[in-house]
């Protein structure tokens, strides 16, 4: 699997990364155990970049992410985790629960260290405080060695410009803003090359819109978005692939993107996302949809 450098941090990251949300059963019911193997699937095809959150799960993620790495080499595998956001309506970005949150997350995850830690959707509070208190007390913790690398997530891509104007972190996630639907995080790309910035990608196949399967309830995707991806992927299917294979594809070509994160609690997910990210993309197939 192909590695990417995550910005100017020095630290690099598989190209395909794996996100445990599923862990948590975020998305609904799933087998702890098979969730488990997945996690060492993804890393036996060189996915060795693990996404997760004290949210997923409201901790459950990260304390059996912890279990499914027993044993792993640490270095074998890079870990980004995530603070502020305890739950649906629970947030604390608190210097003093920044401090917590990082102990208690070593301790699920039995690490002594993560490579990233990210203020989790920071577009729900006063961006102002995570900048004048979160951030430097996880700088603080940062010189501990408990942390490489600081980060912030989040939907709307005004929350980072509102960070870059204010203060320096080492990587952003960003989701839904990079897919073949959508590219608006091209309009940001370039301020966060020229501040060496690293990019995590997530939810390359947009919630589903850019795969065959039922679309979740809670989608908001107006209907004319909901159409014209149905006719995207009706294309696709008419040329015997899936539209899923493309959207993946595409996300992972674009260099500036260091990772681009996918969840799942199945193995043969995590094996066909890795067969599709080693194979060539259709550029006369994307036109189409295009």
Same mark, same amino acid.
């Given at each position: 699997?192909?590695?990417?450098?995550?910005?100017?941090?020095?630290?690099?990251? /598989?190209?395909?990364?794996?996100?445990?949300?599923?862990?948590?059963?975020?998305?609904?019911? @799933?087998?702890?155990?098979?969730?488990?193997?997945? *996690?060492?699937?993804?890393?036996?095809?060189?996915?060795?970049?693990?996404?997760?959150?004290? +949210?997923?799960?409201?901790?459950?993620?990260?304390?059996?992410?912890?279990?499914?790495?027993?044993?792993?080499?640490?270095?074998?595998?890079?870990?980004?985790? !995530?603070?502020?956001?305890? &739950?649906?309506? !629970? +947030?604390?970005?608190? =210097? !003093?629960? #920044?401090?917590?949150?990082?102990?208690?997350?070593?301790?699920?995850?039995?690490?002594?260290?993560?490579?990233?830690?990210?203020?989790? &959707?920071?577009?729900?509070?006063? #961006?102002?405080? *995570?900048?004048?208190?979160?951030?430097?007390?996880?700088?603080?913790?940062?010189?501990?060695? !408990?942390?490489?690398?600081?980060?912030? /997530?989040?939907?709307?891509?005004?929350? +980072?410009?509102?960070?870059?104007? =204010?203060?320096?972190?080492?990587?952003?996630?960003?989701?839904?803003?990079?897919?073949?639907?959508?590219?608006?995080?091209?309009?940001?790309?370039?301020?966060?090359?020229?501040?060496?910035?690293?990019?995590?990608?997530?939810?390359?196949?947009?919630?589903?819109?850019?795969?065959?399967?039922?679309?979740?309830?809670?989608?908001?995707?107006?209907?004319?978005?909901?159409?014209?991806?149905?006719? %995207? %992927?009706?294309?696709?299917?008419?040329?015997?692939?899936?539209?899923?294979?493309? %959207?993946?594809? +595409?996300?992972?070509?674009?260099?500036?993107?260091?990772?681009? *994160?996918?969840?799942? =609690?199945?193995?043969?997910?995590?094996?066909?996302? =890795?067969?599709?990210?080693?194979?060539?993309?259709?550029?006369?197939?994307?036109?189409? @949809?295009?």
């Amino acid at each position: 699997m192909e590695t990417r450098m995550l910005g100017r941090s020095g630290l690099r990251v /598989s190209v395909l990364g794996y996100g445990a949300s599923p862990l948590g059963q975020e998305f609904g019911p @799933v087998d702890l155990h098979e969730a488990m193997r997945t *996690v060492r699937v993804a890393l036996d095809l060189g996915i060795t970049h693990i996404d997760t959150s004290p +949210f997923y799960g409201r901790g459950l993620s990260e304390a059996l992410l912890g279990v499914a790495l027993r044993g792993v080499p640490r270095d074998s595998y890079t870990l980004s985790t !995530k603070l502020g956001r305890y &739950d649906v309506d !629970k +947030f604390d970005f608190s =210097a !003093k629960r #920044v401090i917590e949150s990082v102990d208690v997350s070593l301790h699920r995850l039995g690490t002594e260290y993560v490579d990233l830690m990210l203020c989790h &959707d920071i577009e729900y509070v006063d #961006v102002t405080r *995570v900048v004048e208190e979160t951030l430097p007390a996880l700088r603080r913790i940062q010189e501990q060695g !408990k942390v490489r690398l600081v980060g912030v /997530s989040g939907y709307p891509l005004r929350v +980072f410009e509102r960070v870059l104007d =204010a203060t320096g972190v080492d990587a952003i996630m960003t989701y839904g803003h990079y897919t073949l639907q959508n590219r608006r995080l091209l309009d940001l790309m370039p301020r966060l090359q020229e501040r060496g910035v690293g990019i995590l990608n997530a939810a390359p196949l947009a919630q589903r819109l850019l795969t065959n399967r039922p679309l979740p309830d809670w989608l908001p995707a107006s209907e004319a978005v909901r159409e014209a991806c149905r006719r %995207a %992927a009706d294309r696709c299917s008419e040329r015997g692939v899936d539209i899923a294979r493309l %959207a993946l594809q +595409f996300a992972l070509r674009q260099p500036d993107i260091a990772t681009t *994160v996918v969840s799942t =609690a199945r193995p043969e997910s995590v094996r066909q996302w =890795a067969q599709w990210a080693e194979e060539p993309l259709d550029e006369e197939l994307l036109a189409e @949809v295009e």
